[in-house]
């Protein structure tokens, strides 16, 4: 990998035009190139090398030209970006030293280069798989914990339904609702999912939203007491199922609406009036506002504490090699990731070792 | 009007059979009956005059079999009813007496008997006209008062936008924020009400929606800094367009739909995406649910106070006769009231004289 004593290749992954309704692998290039692994003293900057790549549905919203309105566009003269875990290869920065696992916004590549160490986290992996940083500890996470415990407040009894359950932020949302006492409902594209909800993250109810031709119907049968809180993840068709099976009272954390983010136009939502008729209040969220806030506080304790005690059980999706990222989220977009995507670009070995999944 | 000393010939409104979008005049039916004022002594029961009788866009929801999700249907079997005010005519419950005024859900009619006193109130006038009791100091002042104070939370020097904002709830929202240090815009249907939010009401902006062929277009050049506070009475593509217009942290008090009221499917809204984008409040309420909270405790003070100092103007549509009411609410339902709308059914010489709007 190393060019030379001071230089190492470095591959990118750039988009070169941006997509219309699902991106297309054609659209990704891998663009190698030289870098230098030594800095200009003074310059602050860090260099790292990549380990764990996290894909998220929101860098759909970033795959435009004038970004999803609340994250700017990736420019398509500079390698795409995402949250990343990596270690540090050489820095001009006294804050990190070589070796050091590090969080922070990196490339879709082997190594970034972070100017002045902009962003960039240290971690104490104490002993977890350092993806976790990426997810069940880290943004995704911290989503969960955040929008369920901040805007849900589910309370003992109450229902809480999450779609997209089995995912990232689903998992965690369904099982942090559990540890309230709440019954926990939620729904996948898989069978598989399912078997996953209900086995391994212990949900009450679980089914496969692609098997019910009438969302309505199945949110009753399956939430027969009705939706104190609904976990939105999806937005479009399953909105409008919950408003009619909504409860007095209702909250709807806003988390995300992916079957939107591929339509040039999203879908009108009918049943709005429900807001009324039931008291519902509906809110959009995003984690970056809660960086700073009590609950950023208390969440790493919290969580990593009920994974210790198997209160949280964690599934990942793990993509092999940097090559596979653009299909990988492609495939995130189309339901095929089953847990938290991401994409493993390389080892350390001072790293723990990952654990695997029961 | 008294057919013999212990009978009264009472007239009261039926709905023949629940409408089709805008209800028709043809669907009401005015029937005479006799009444006796005397009544069985033990009963609780209370004989009262109808003096003022509310119309609110809610009672097209109640014109279905079903009720409107929250409020049950009318029967067709009884007169319709409604907020109103009266002077008890006779009475068989040691709590009112002849002569006192009360506040209650009475009939679209001249005289009704409430079994044991159920739901009245009395009303201490304190010099104010009774009317005012049905709106700026009734239900639609404090919807307006709960629904801003609770859920719009305005802080000064934000903007708080307005719809349907010379009508009973609208023209108070207003002048709430006003108080509150908001830039207060607000959108009506003619160039009088426009006036009116203007002149009377001193809204800092106000403009006539139908006038706007592009309504986001509209919003961004009344509110140019953007809207932190749409306190939401209509509903539909006016939703759409401050979805777009909306700041960071926006706050929407739902309190009601009425473009959607009259449509048997209501219309589709798109752009909801903007709640996470912006992380935008949306919560639907019913004045009902305030009736204890501390917030209906300082309601009455508050504005009785701010009507003495003329910080709260108040403009009333005064219906004249019970012969009206049918016609009356169907103009509702269209735009043609010009403030609270309030059927005036018959006087008595002890209310305070009403004041005309200056
Ligand atoms: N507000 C924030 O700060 C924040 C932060 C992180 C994530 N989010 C949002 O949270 C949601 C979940 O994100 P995540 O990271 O946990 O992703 P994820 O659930 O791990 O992966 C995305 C999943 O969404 C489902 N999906 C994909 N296309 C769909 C469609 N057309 N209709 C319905 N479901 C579809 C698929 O699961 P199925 O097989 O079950 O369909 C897919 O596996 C997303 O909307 C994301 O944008 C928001
Ligand atoms: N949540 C609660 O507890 C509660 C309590 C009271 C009232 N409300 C709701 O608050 C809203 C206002 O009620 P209000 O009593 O103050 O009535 P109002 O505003 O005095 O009268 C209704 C007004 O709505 C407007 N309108 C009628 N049809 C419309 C349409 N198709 N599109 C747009 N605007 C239309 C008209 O004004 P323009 O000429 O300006 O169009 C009309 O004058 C209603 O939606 C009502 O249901 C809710």
New interface residues.
């Given amino acids: 990998m190393a060019a030379s004593d001071s230089t190492v290749t470095n591959k990118s992954w750039f988009l070169k035009e941006y997509p219309k309704g699902l991106p297309q692998e054609s659209l990704f290039e891998l663009r190698e190139s030289q870098l230098s692994t030594k800095l200009d003293e003074g310059s602050d900057d860090v260099l790292v090398k990549v380990l764990y790549l996290s894909l998220d549905p929101y860098m759909r919203g970033r795959m435009k030209a004038g970004g999803?309105?609340?994250a700017q566009g990736f420019s398509l003269a500079k390698p795409l970006v995402g949250g990343a875990v990596g270690v540090v290869v050489s820095s001009a920065n006294s804050k990190f030293k070589e070796g050091d696992f590090v969080l922070g916004s990196l490339g879709w590549e082997l190594f970034t280069l972070v100017p002045k160490g902009q962003g960039l986290r240290p971690i104490d992996p104490k002993g977890l798989p350092l993806s976790y940083f990426l997810g069940v500890l880290g943004m995704t996470g911290l989503t969960a914990y955040c929008g369920l415990f901040d805007i849900g407040d589910p309370k003992e009894g109450e229902t809480v339904y999450v779609s997209a359950a089995s995912g990232a932020v689903g998992q965690i949302v369904g099982q942090l609702a559990k540890i309230k006492g709440a019954h926990v409902v939620g729904s996948a594209g898989s069978a598989e999912k399912v078997e996953l909800l209900k086995n391994t993250f212990k949900y009450d109810e679980a089914f496969n939203y692609k098997d019910e031709p009438d969302l309505s119907a199945a949110l009753k049968k399956y939430c027969p007491k009705g939706i104190d809180v609904y976990f939105e993840n999806v937005?479009g068709s399953m909105?409008e199922a919950v408003l009619q099976n909504a409860n007095t009272h209702a909250r709807i954390p806003?988390?995300?609406?992916i079957s939107?983010y591929n339509l040039e136009?999203?879908?009108?939502?009918?049943?709005?009036?429900?807001?009324?008729?039931?008291?519902?209040?509906?809110?959009?969220?995003?984690v970056g506002?809660y960086m700073t806030s009590p609950l950023a506080k208390s969440f790493p304790d919290d969580v990593s504490k009920w994974l210790k005690e198997g209160k949280i059980k964690y599934v990942e999706d793990v993509s092999e090699g940097l090559e596979s990222a653009p299909q990988a989220f492609i495939g995130l977009l189309q339901g095929h990731n089953v847990g938290k995507l991401v994409v493993h670009v390389a080892d350390d070995e001072r790293a723990p070792k990952a654990k695997q999944e029961e």
Same sequence: chains 1, 2.
Avoid: N, P, T, W
């Fill in positions: 999803s309105g609340y937005g909105l806003v988390c995300g609406m939107q136009e999203g879908e009108g939502i009918h049943g709005l009036i429900q807001l009324i008729a039931k008291r519902i209040k509906m809110q959009g969220f995003l506002d």
